[in-house]
């Protein structure tokens, strides 16, 4: 009991909350949802942590002081991730997840990437100066009336 008092006082810190539910409470808020596959995980009470934040490497931590608490799964921007996938995305990172974005492009497009994404603008682009140096140029059989 003392456990779980100190587990909720570190979550409310992070800005998390620590709900219990029943199996009856948790069989009519996931029958016709997305999540509904995971409803044979909930034959009994069950726990649940809420945030408004996505903060995993801090649920990690707190998790880590409380044994007695066991980590399922978890739900982040609306998948359903087991415990691995959950942690990891905690631990990436804004950067790490650029320099893989960038090597996947590298790697998909080869070294004329850039000329590949930027050809049909080039091209607009020169045609439409093309169009306006051709109207903006009087025509020389066109004498220019005064009005």
Not at 36 to 62: G, H, R
Not at 76 to 86: A, H
Request: hydrophobic residues 40%.
């Amino acid at each position: 009991m003392d456990d779980m008092f100190e587990f909720k006082v570190l979550l409310k810190k992070a800005n998390m909350y620590l709900k219990r539910y029943s199996s009856k409470i948790m069989k009519l808020a996931l029958e016709d949802s997305p999540y509904a596959a995971s409803l044979p995980l909930y034959s009994s009470s069950f726990t649940l942590v809420f945030s408004p934040d996505m903060n995993v490497a801090a649920f990690e931590k707190i998790s880590k002081k409380c044994p007695s608490v066991v980590l399922l799964a978890g739900i982040l921007e609306g998948r359903l991730l087991n415990k691995e996938n959950f942690l990891r995305y905690g631990k990436s990172d804004l950067t790490t997840s650029r320099m893989h974005l960038v090597q996947v492009l590298q790697n998909a497009g080869g070294n004329n990437l850039n000329q590949q994404l930027t050809q049909h603008q080039s091209t607009l682009v020169a045609r439409l100066k093309q169009i306006s140096i051709n109207e903006a140029a009087p025509d020389k059989n066109e004498k220019s009336v005064p009005v």
